[in-house]
C-alpha cells in the first residue's frame, strides 16, 4: 500500500461548475413543483438550464478523468480509490431503496391491517369509528376513506394467476432484465481475453435490453393509468408501487446511459485494456445492482 | 499535466493559488478543511442568532417581540442550520483538515469531489434561508419536519426546503466516500487499521454511518415530496398510509445522525486528553470498539424518540433496553478518559479545559438522556423542555465544546501561532458558565411541564425562563469573543513548535508549524 505518485489533481473548475448547476436544478426544480398548473410560468426555465448544465459539468469530468488515465496518471493505488469509491456510493442507493422497502413493508404488515382493525392497535382504531367500513388487505384497491378524492383502481399489478401469467408484463420485464445481466457479464469475459469484437456485440445486446425494459415499464405504466385505473392518486398501493418501480426505472435509465458510454468508448475509442477497464466494471456494478433491486421488487411489489 | 505530478526529490513544493479561484478550484485538503471550518463558522453565528431570536421571546410570559408564526420558523431553521450547517461541517472540516495528515497520505482519496462536497453546502443553505422571504414563511414544522405538519399544513416554501436536503444529504455522502475510501486507501505504510489515531477511527465509523442513514433522509423528504405535489398517501391514513411511518423513517435516519454528531467529538477529546494527561490512551482497544458498538446499536433504537405515539408494548420495551444497552460502551468510554487523567502529569491548557467540560457535561447528557429512555418516564418528559435540556447538553457542551477544543488544539498547527492563551481560557470560563445556566434550568422547567416549541408559557415557569435567556445572551456574546481569537491567532502570535504540546503524538506533530500545503507527497515512515 505505497502512496507514492498518488495523483492529487490541481486546482479545477469542474467541482464548483457542478455545484453552481446543482443549485440551479434544485431552485428550478422547487419553483416549477410549486408553480405547477400556475399559467405562464417560467420557473422550468432554471430547471432545464440547471439539467442542461450539470450533464455538461458531468460530460467534462468524466471526460478528464479518462484523459487523465490515458495520460498514465492513476497508479494502481488512485485505481482502487475509484473502485472502493464505487462499491460505497452502491451502498448508499442500497440505502435510498431501503427507505422506500421499509416503507412498503410497513404499511403492508403494520398500517394497513391497524387501519382494518386486525389486532389489538387495530382495535383501539375500530373504536374511534372512523373509516368502520374499511377492510385490510393488500393490494389495497379501496382506500380507508372513500370520500376523499381518491382515485379509485379496478386492478393491481400483482400475480394474475398462471393462466394468465403469460400476458403479465412484469414477467416479461424480469426475464428481459436477468438476461441483461448474463449479457453484461458475457460481455465482461470477452474484455477479459482480449476479444473486443464480443464485448462489443454483447454490451450492445445489454443496452437493447435495457430499452426493452423501460418500454415494457412505459407499456405497464400507460396500462395502469389507462386500465386499470391505477394511479400516484389511488391511496398506498399506487404510492409504493409507482414510488418503488419508478425509482428502480430511474436507476435503469442511469445505469443504461452508463452503459452506452461504454459502448460508445469500445466502439469509438477503443478504450479499455483487458486487464484495465474499471470505467466498464464500475457501469456493470450498477447494473447488477439495479438488476438485483428489480428481484426483490418482483418478489415484494408484484408477488407477494 | 505533468506538471501536476509532485517532484519527490524537489523540496520545493507548490504553494497555494493566488486570489479567489484558490478557493472556489481548490483541490487541497487544508483549504477545504479550512472552508469548511470557517462556513460551519458562519452558519453558528447564523443559527445562534436564531436561538437568541427565541430565548429573547421567552424571557418573559406572554408574546413580545416575535409573532408565533415567526417564532416556528426560528425553531425549525435553528435546528436545521445548528444541525447541518454547524456541527456537521466542522467535523467534516476538521476531517479533511487532520486525517491526511494523520495517517500520512498526500491529499484525500478523491480531491475534486472533496471541493464539489463543500461547495453545495453554501448553496443548500441559501435555498433553506431564501425561504424566510417566501410567500407563507420558512418552513414551520420544527427540524423533524413530522408529516402532516410538514405536508398537509405546510407553507409553500416547504418545496425548496426538500430539495435543499437533497444536495445537503449529496455533500454528506460524498464527503464521507471521501473519507472512507482516504482511511482504507491511503494509510502510509505500517499504520495497521488498530494503530490508526483514534479521531480517524471515530471518523471512519462516522463515514459508515452517514452513507448508511443520509439517503434514507432523502427517501423520506421524496416522500413528502410525492405526498404534497403528487397525490400519494405514504403519510396520510384516509389513504392507506401513516404519519407515523414518516416518524419511523425519520428516526431511523435521525438516531444514528445524532451519533454522527457526537463520535468525531470522542475521538477529539481522547488525543487531546491523552496529550495533557502526558500519559498513553488507557485502553485504545476498548475505545475503537465502544465506538463500533455504539455504531451498531444506534441503528436498533430509533423508536424511543416516539415512545408516546402509540406503539405495541413489545415495541416500546425493545427500544427501551436497546437505548439503556448504549449506556454500556459509552460509560466505557467515559472510565477511559478518567482512567487516562488518573496519575497523569495534567496541565489546563484551553483545549483541555474544553475537553474535561466536555466528559463532565456530556455525562450529565447522557443520564438525562438514560432518564427518558425509560419508557413509563419518557411519557411524562416527552416534548418537555427536559429533551431540550438532554440534547442540547449532548451537543453544545458535547459536540461544539469539542470542536472548540479541537481548533484551539490544531490551530498552532494550521496557523504557526499559538493562540492566546489568557483570552482562550476567558473564552472557556465563559462558555463554561454560561452554557450550564442556560441549559441546567431547562431540566427543571421540563420536569415541571413546560412543553417545547411554544412561544408562551404558564406564569409559574418564567424566574427559570429569565435565567435561561441571561445565561444564552451570555454564550451568544462569548462566542464573538472566540471569534475575535480565531482572527487573532490567523494573523499573528507566538510562533508554534513544530510539537506545539509536550505530550502530542501523532504524525500531524511532526510536519512544520504551520503545515506546508503538501504534506506526505512521499508516504512517512512508521514502525
Not at chain 2, 483549504?31 to 453565528?45: E, R
Not at chain 2, 444514528?256 to 488507557?282: C, D, N, Q, W
Not at chain 2, 493562540?419 to 431540566?443: A, K
Amino acid at each position: 500500500m505505497s502512496t507514492e505518485n498518488y495523483y492529487v489533481p490541481e486546482q479545477s473548475r469542474l467541482p464548483i461548475f457542478a455545484a453552481v448547476s446543482l443549485f440551479l436544478l434544485v431552485m428550478g426544480a422547487s419553483s416549477t413543483i410549486n408553480n405547477l398548473g400556475v399559467e405562464g410560468s417560467k420557473s422550468s426555465y432554471i430547471l432545464y438550464a440547471g439539467f442542461a448544465s450539470l450533464i455538461a459539468t458531468l460530460f467534462f469530468w468524466f471526460r478528464k478523468v479518462v484523459q487523465e488515465h490515458l495520460a498514465g496518471l492513476d497508479s494502481a493505488q488512485l485505481k482502487k480509490s475509484y473502485v472502493y469509491g464505487m462499491a460505497w456510493f452502491i451502498f448508499s442507493e442500497v440505502m435510498f431503496f431501503a427507505a422506500f422497502f421499509g416503507a412498503l413493508f410497513y404499511v403492508r404488515s403494520f398500517a394497513v391491517p391497524w387501519l382494518g382493525g386486525i389486532g389489538e392497535k387495530g382495535s383501539q382504531i375500530a373504536a374511534v369509528d372512523l373509516w368502520n367500513g374499511f377492510e385490510a388487505s393488500w393490494p389495497l384497491i379501496a382506500t380507508p376513506d372513500q370520500n376523499a378524492a381518491f382515485a379509485m383502481a379496478d386492478k393491481s399489478m400483482a400475480w394474475p394467476g398462471w393462466s394468465n401469467v403469460l400476458q403479465w408484463l412484469p414477467l416479461w420485464n424480469t426475464i428481459v432484465l436477468l438476461s441483461s445481466s448474463v449479457t453484461v457479464h458475457i460481455a465482461h469475459l470477452g474484455l477479459k481475453n482480449g476479444n473486443r469484437k464480443k464485448f462489443n456485440r454483447w454490451l450492445g445486446a445489454t443496452v437493447g435490453l435495457a430499452l426493452i425494459f423501460v418500454g415494457l415499464q412505459a407499456a405497464e405504466y400507460y396500462e395502469a393509468y389507462a386500465h386499470y385505473g391505477l394511479t400516484l392518486n389511488s391511496g398506498i398501493y399506487g404510492s409504493t408501487f409507482f414510488m418503488l418501480t419508478g425509482f428502480h426505472g430511474f436507476h435503469v435509465m442511469m445505469g443504461g446511459v452508463m452503459l452506452s458510454v461504454m459502448l460508445c468508448r469500445s466502439v469509438f475509442f477503443n478504450h479499455f485494456e483487458d486487464h484495465d477497464h474499471f470505467g466498464f466494471e464500475a457501469a456493470s456494478w450498477y447494473w447488477h445492482f439495479v438488476d438485483v433491486v428489480w428481484v426483490m421488487l418482483f418478489l415484494f411489489v408484484y408477488i407477494l | 499535466m505533468s506538471a501536476v505530478i509532485e517532484n519527490h526529490h524537489d523540496e520545493h513544493h507548490h504553494g497555494p493559488a493566488k486570489g479567489l479561484t484558490r478557493w472556489l478550484y481548490t483541490t487541497n485538503h487544508k483549504d477545504i478543511g479550512t472552508l469548511y471550518l470557517w462556513f460551519s463558522f458562519a452558519m453558528f453565528l447564523i443559527g445562534g442568532a436564531m436561538a437568541m431570536v427565541i430565548r429573547a421571546e421567552l424571557f418573559e410570559p406572554g408574546m413580545q417581540i416575535v409573532e408565533p408564526e415567526f417564532y416556528n420558523q426560528m425553531i425549525t431553521l435553528h435546528g436545521l442550520i445548528m444541525i447541518f450547517g454547524g456541527v456537521m461541517p466542522a467535523f467534516v472540516g476538521l476531517a479533511n483538515w487532520l486525517v491526511p495528515m494523520m495517517i500520512g497520505a498526500p491529499d484525500m482519496a478523491l480531491p475534486r469531489m472533496n471541493n464539489l462536497s463543500f461547495w453545495i453546502l453554501p448553496f443548500a443553505f441559501f435555498v433553506l434561508l431564501s425561504s424566510l422571504f417566501m410567500e407563507g414563511g420558512a418552513p414551520n414544522f420544527g427540524w423533524t419536519f413530522y408529516a402532516p405538519l410538514s405536508t398537509t399544513y405546510a407553507p409553500p416554501s416547504v418545496t425548496f426546503f426538500i430539495f435543499s436536503v437533497h444536495i445537503m444529504g449529496a455533500s454528506s455522502i460524498m464527503g464521507a466516500i471521501n473519507v472512507i475510501v482516504t482511511i482504507m486507501n491511503m494509510r502510509a505504510p505500517g499504520i495497521t487499521l488498530m494503530k490508526m489515531p483514534l479521531f480517524v477511527w471515530s471518523w471512519l465509523i462516522t463515514a459508515y454511518l452517514l452513507i448508511a442513514v443520509m439517503p434514507v433522509l432523502a427517501g423520506a423528504v421524496t416522500m413528502m415530496l410525492m405526498d404534497i405535489h403528487f397525490g400519494t398517501s405514504f403519510f396520510n391514513a384516509a389513504g392507506g398510509g401513516d404519519p407515523v411511518l414518516f416518524q419511523h423513517i425519520f428516526w431511523f435516519f435521525g438516531h444514528p445522525e445524532v451519533y454522527i454528531m457526537i463520535l468525531p467529538a470522542f475521538g477529539i477529546v481522547s488525543h487531546i486528553i491523552e496529550t495533557f494527561a502526558r500519559k498513553p490512551l488507557f485502553g485504545y482497544t476498548s475505545m475503537v470498539w465502544a465506538m463500533l458498538s455504539i455504531a451498531i446499536l444506534s441503528f436498533v433504537v430509533w423508536a424511543h424518540h416516539m415512545f408516546t405515539v402509540g406503539m405495541p408494548l413489545a415495541a416500546e420495551l425493545f427500544f427501551m433496553w436497546a437505548t439503556m444497552l448504549i449506556a454500556v460502551p459509552t460509560g466505557v468510554k467515559v472510565f477511559n478518559w478518567v482512567t487516562t487523567m488518573f496519575k497523569g502529569s495534567i496541565t489546563y491548557e484551553t483545549p483541555m479545559l474544553f475537553a474535561c467540560a466536555f466528559v463532565v457535561l456530556f455525562t450529565i447528557g447522557g443520564f438525562s438522556g438514560l432518564m427518558l429512555a425509560i419508557v413509563p418516564a419518557d411519557f411524562q418528559y416527552h416534548d418537555t423542555y427536559f429533551v431540550v435540556a438532554h440534547f442540547h447538553y449532548v451537543l453544545v457542551p458535547g459536540a461544539i465544546f469539542s470542536i472548540m477544543a479541537a481548533v484551539y488544539y490544531w490551530i498552532p498547527k494550521w496557523t504557526g501561532n499559538m493562540y492566546d492563551e489568557r483570552l482562550g481560557q476567558l473564552h472557556f470560563w465563559l462558555s463554561f458558565i454560561s452554557v450550564n445556566v442556560t441549559f441546567f434550568p431547562q431540566h427543571f422547567i421540563g420536569l415541571a411541564g413546560m412543553p417545547r416549541r411554544y412561544p408562551d408559557y404558564a406564569l409559574q415557569f418564567a424566574d427559570w425562563n429569565m435565567v435561561s435567556t441571561v445565561g444564552a445572551f451570555l454564550f451568544g456574546v462569548s462566542q464573538i469573543l472566540f471569534l475575535f481569537i480565531v482572527l487573532k491567532t490567523v494573523i499573528g502570535g507566538k510562533k508554534a513548535t513544530d510539537q506545539v504540546w509536550e505530550g502530542a503524538r501523532g504524525l500531524e506533530w511532526t510536519v512544520a508549524s504551520p503545515a506546508p500545503y503538501h504534506t506526505f507527497s512521499t508516504p512517512p515512515k512508521v514502525d
